[in-house]
């Protein structure tokens, strides 16, 4: 069993990879930590204890940043694609849980030092928190077991500009941090989350399941594919970004990765958060970013759709 932290920015594919993650047996979810991103970091931590109380799980929830690494904030809240809640106006009531009294930052350093090799780091938001501790404990890099990324666009466009990924966009100067630190890194980004579409009618059948689980992922999701569909008219389903990110812990042969040095463009207004990849032979000794460029997309729907609601 694997013992991980999930760091989110609560929109609706973080929704679904909390739901993954609960129900996936190989994971150990130490805590979730949250972080501004598709909603400030209030909305985050509001949107995770809902999930969680829907989940009927009592993960602790831990606040993290409210605003980048290193400069104003760049991003917008992603009303268009999360709605003006972040869960596709799904939020009826505020959670009876509250979230813990520590920061993120803090309870990254504490579970990690305290579990060395052991703790694998799942980032499906901005890389604000992790860059945080890595500043202030740069120790980090060789005591966590993994970090595996959401994030990013290597081969391909970007979804928030054409040159670069919204996680990656909203706090470039994390993402360079976390990237030149020597960590070990799997990278999940849209060169492979864009490929995993999950269709209208699978979110359907969720609704036979005549659960109030189940009706409040399938009315969020719903929401996610009519903004996918106002972008992308000939799509045919949402990308499962942030799921695909938890899948690549539960079994790395989802996906199949190359070794690349990645560098963040971090000054061009037009290009920033633009990510340049230089792929490496292995013989390099320059710290490389396991890049991720395959996907097996059916097998990891079933698996997701397996365990999404149980």
Same mark, same amino acid.
């Given at each position: 069993?694997?013992?991980?932290?999930?760091?989110?920015?609560?929109?609706?594919?973080?929704?679904?990879?909390?739901?993954?993650?609960?129900?996936?047996?190989?994971?150990?979810?130490?805590?979730?930590?949250?972080?501004?991103?598709?909603?400030?970091? #209030?909305?985050?931590? %509001?949107?995770?204890? @809902? +999930?969680?109380?829907?989940?009927?799980? /009592? &993960?602790?929830?831990?606040p993290g940043a409210g605003k980048p690494f290193a400069r104003n904030p760049i991003k917008k809240k992603a009303v268009h694609i999360h709605g003006e809640d972040g869960i596709g106006n799904t939020l009826t009531s505020e959670p009876n849980t509250p979230a813990q009294r520590d920061h993120a930052v803090?309870?990254?350093?504490?579970?990690?030092?305290?579990?060395?090799?052991?703790?694998?780091?799942?980032?499906?938001?901005?890389?604000?928190?992790?860059?945080?501790?890595?500043?202030?404990?740069? #120790?980090?890099?060789? %005591?966590?077991?993994? @970090? +595996?990324?959401?994030?990013?666009?290597? /081969? &391909?466009?970007?979804?928030?500009?054409?040159?670069?990924?919204?996680?990656?966009?909203?706090?470039?100067?994390?993402?360079?941090?976390?990237?030149?630190?020597?960590?070990?890194?799997?990278?999940?980004?849209?060169?492979v989350t864009m490929k995993t579409l999950l269709p209208l009618e699978e979110v359907v059948k969720w609704r036979e399941k005549g659960t109030k689980l189940a009706d409040f992922l399938a009315d969020m999701t719903e929401f996610y594919i009519g903004a996918y569909k106002s972008i992308y008219p000939s799509?045919?389903?949402?990308?499962?970004?942030?799921?695909?990110?938890?899948?690549?812990?539960?079994?790395?042969?989802?996906?199949?990765?190359?070794?690349?040095?990645?560098?963040?463009?971090?000054?061009?207004?037009?290009?920033?958060?633009?990510?340049?990849?230089?792929?490496?032979?292995?013989?390099?000794?320059?710290?490389?970013?396991?890049?991720?460029?395959?996907?097996?997309?059916?097998?990891?729907?079933?698996?997701?759709?397996?365990?999404?609601?149980?």
């Amino acid at each position: 069993m694997k013992k991980i932290i999930l760091d989110v920015d609560t929109g609706i594919d973080d929704s679904l990879a909390i739901a993954y993650a609960v129900h996936s047996p190989e994971l150990q979810l130490l805590g979730i930590t949250t972080c501004f991103g598709n909603v400030s970091v #209030e909305e985050a931590t %509001r949107n995770t204890l @809902v +999930v969680l109380e829907h989940l009927d799980s /009592t &993960v602790p929830v831990i606040p993290g940043a409210g605003k980048p690494f290193a400069r104003n904030p760049i991003k917008k809240k992603a009303v268009h694609i999360h709605g003006e809640d972040g869960i596709g106006n799904t939020l009826t009531s505020e959670p009876n849980t509250p979230a813990q009294r520590d920061h993120a930052v803090n309870f990254m350093i504490q579970q990690v030092n305290k579990q060395p090799g052991e703790v694998t780091l799942i980032m499906v938001g901005p890389l604000t928190n992790l860059a945080l501790a890595l500043k202030e404990e740069p #120790e980090l890099v060789s %005591r966590v077991e993994r @970090v +595996v990324i959401m994030g990013g666009a290597v /081969t &391909v466009r970007g979804n928030v500009t054409p040159h670069a990924e919204a996680n990656v966009y909203a706090d470039p100067d994390a993402a360079e941090a976390v990237f030149r630190s020597g960590i070990p890194i799997t990278l999940v980004g849209l060169d492979v989350t864009m490929k995993t579409l999950l269709p209208l009618e699978e979110v359907v059948k969720w609704r036979e399941k005549g659960t109030k689980l189940a009706d409040f992922l399938a009315d969020m999701t719903e929401f996610y594919i009519g903004a996918y569909k106002s972008i992308y008219p000939s799509i045919k389903g949402c990308a499962l970004h942030d799921p695909l990110a938890v899948a690549a812990v539960t079994d790395p042969s989802f996906v199949k990765t190359v070794p690349m040095r990645l560098s963040v463009e971090l000054q061009a207004t037009e290009s920033l958060g633009h990510i340049e990849g230089i792929q490496l032979d292995g013989s390099d000794e320059e710290q490389s970013v396991d890049v991720c460029i395959e996907v097996d997309a059916e097998r990891f729907l079933e698996h997701f759709l397996s365990r999404v609601i149980l």
